[in-house]
């Protein structure tokens, strides 16, 4: 059969269950992830249990393993059906045990094990299965809405939430950082019914929101070495390329700039670029794909998708989901006002931390890789794999080296590991999830991901023998 046709079935399958599980009247207790794609798929769900009146539970969590799963068994045993979004693929030997339950799994993660035999009422869907990418096609916030659109087509006013998703997840990854795949799918509907618009532009962070110095202070992606996260080197920048950054005391923001301005802007951004050592290549991708949401207020955090998705991801960090799910379901209040005040907070905490990466405070060289000791100064666990995200994209460490980023753990005696590889060795035969694996594995830990970001946790007094081995595991192939 057609992986459409597949995908299809996939999602009529949902849908009928949804609705089989509604006539019961009985609770659905739903567990998802807590980063952007994790907080929007939820936030998806929700909206379809709400319109099957099904009643609902929700817990966020960092991952789905046995000590999560003990921490919450009394509700597990309380509720007959489970949803499971942005994990349980992952996950599927341990979700066996659950064999009298009726699941539904929402995942895009590489489906891992069998399900054991007595599992009956199992259902997952999961691009994967479809062969779709589920790494640069489809997330779990993509999977989400069109089970949410096969069941109501006035769900496409979901098409926003599921784009902060893919975006969340890096899933721009077409030329340009244009969406691709199913994610495509869902950008063209939405455009259809004017919820989305997709412009090729300036690609800077907040670019109608906020005042341009701090558009350009603020963008991460790309990192703008001597200009990303500072106002100041920011402000000098653009007086040197003949834009005035402020008028009668007030910042200017980006509308204000006549053509010419707008020009010069883009041609300075690129050359600066260049000049720091940036190649080509990377100083273009300045210029890409954005994704708006027309109806939201223009100077909103959430008129623009990859703002939005940083809000998102900022509040799922910092552990406050429920305002994060409440913007996600339409509130422009009271939780907006305090995600954006979440948003400063975990901007100025990451400031803190890149800061002490780059004064090489927390950085030690090894052979192989560089290590960030985030356990050091108290870098929170859910912090950590952005630091290495941003530690490897950017040019803060020398480049040509992994970044292994670790600090203590939420569970008791463990350290939680974070791997990155910077975008140069793509492909150059080093494997961070077999790598993270191995060496976690040998020291008592556990670790896995992809090759180019993975992740451990391993027991505490076992840190440096972690690091030998890794040193040893990440150049032997096999
Ligand atoms: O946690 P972090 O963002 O560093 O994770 C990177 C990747 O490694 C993710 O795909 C995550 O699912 C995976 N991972 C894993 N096993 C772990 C920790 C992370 O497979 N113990
Ligand atoms: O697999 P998972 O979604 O849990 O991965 C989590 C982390 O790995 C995110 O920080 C994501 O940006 C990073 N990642 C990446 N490149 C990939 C896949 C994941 O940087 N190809």
């Not at 269950?17 to 739903?30: I, N, Q, R, T, Y």
């Not at 936030?43 to 999560?68: C, G």
């Not at 495509?184 to 259809?192: A, C, D, F, H, W």
């Not at 909103?300 to 799910?325: H, M, Q, T, W």
Request: overall charge neutral.
């Amino acid at each position: 059969m057609s992986a459409k046709r597949l995908l299809d079935q996939g999602l009529d399958e949902a849908v009928e269950a949804l609705v089989e599980w509604s006539k019961s009247g009985k609770p659905v207790l739903l567990i998802s992830h807590y980063d952007a794609d994790g907080i929007t798929s939820a936030s998806i769900m929700i909206k379809v249990l709400n319109d099957l009146a099904i009643p609902f539970h929700v817990k966020i969590v960092n991952q789905l393993d046995e000590p999560t799963l003990r921490r919450l068994e009394k509700l597990l045993e309380r509720h007959e059906f489970l949803i499971f979004t942005d994990l349980g693929s992952g996950q599927r030997n341990l979700l066996s045990r659950y064999a009298d339950k009726n699941i539904l799994v929402v995942d895009h993660h590489q489906p891992i094990g069998g399900l054991a035999a007595d599992v009956k009422a199992w259902i997952e869907v999961n691009p994967r299965l479809y062969d779709i990418n589920g790494n640069t096609e489809a997330c779990a916030s993509t999977m989400s809405y069109l089970i949410a659109r096969r069941l109501s087509s006035s769900n496409i006013s979901l098409a926003p939430i599921a784009i902060v998703g893919a975006l969340g997840d890096m899933q721009d990854c077409g030329e340009k950082g244009q969406l691709v795949g199913l994610n495509r799918r869902i950008v063209e509907e939405g455009v259809k019914s004017g919820y989305v618009s997709e412009e090729m532009s300036l690609r800077l962070f907040g670019l109608r929101s906020k005042p341009l110095v701090e558009c350009i202070a603020r963008t991460t992606n790309p990192y703008i070495p001597g200009l990303t996260g500072n106002e100041r080197a920011s402000y000098k920048f653009l007086k040197s390329i003949g834009i005035e950054p402020e008028v009668n005391g007030q910042l200017r923001m980006f509308s204000s700039l006549s053509k010419e301005e707008v020009r010069k802007l883009v041609t300075g951004l690129i050359k600066y670029m260049i000049d720091v050592g940036l190649s080509s290549k990377e100083a273009e991708r300045i210029i890409g794909y954005v994704y708006l949401f027309p109806r939201e207020k223009p100077e909103s955090p959430l008129f623009d998708a990859r703002e939005y998705s940083s809000l998102v991801n900022a509040c799922g960090r910092l552990d406050k989901y429920g305002v994060a799910i409440a913007v996600c379901l339409g509130d422009r209040e009271e939780s907006l006002k305090e995600a954006i005040q979440v948003a400063n907070m975990y901007r100025e905490r990451l400031g803190r931390y890149i800061r002490l990466v780059v004064s090489g405070e927390i950085v030690e060289e090894y052979e192989g890789f560089y290590c960030i000791h985030g356990d050091i100064v108290g870098i929170e666990e859910k912090i950590i794999g952005t630091i290495a995200s941003i530690a490897a994209s950017a040019t803060l460490l020398p480049k040509g080296k992994p970044v292994i980023a670790l600090t203590r753990a939420e569970k008791e005696g463990f350290i939680k590991v974070s791997a990155r590889l910077p975008r140069a060795l793509n492909r150059k035969g080093i494997d961070l999830a077999r790598a993270l694996r191995f060496a976690a594995e040998k020291v008592g830990g556990a670790g896995g991901g992809h090759e180019v970001a993975a992740g451990a946790q391993i027991p505490i007094e076992r840190k440096r023998e972690f690091l030998e081995l890794l040193g040893e595991s990440l150049y032997n192939a096999k």
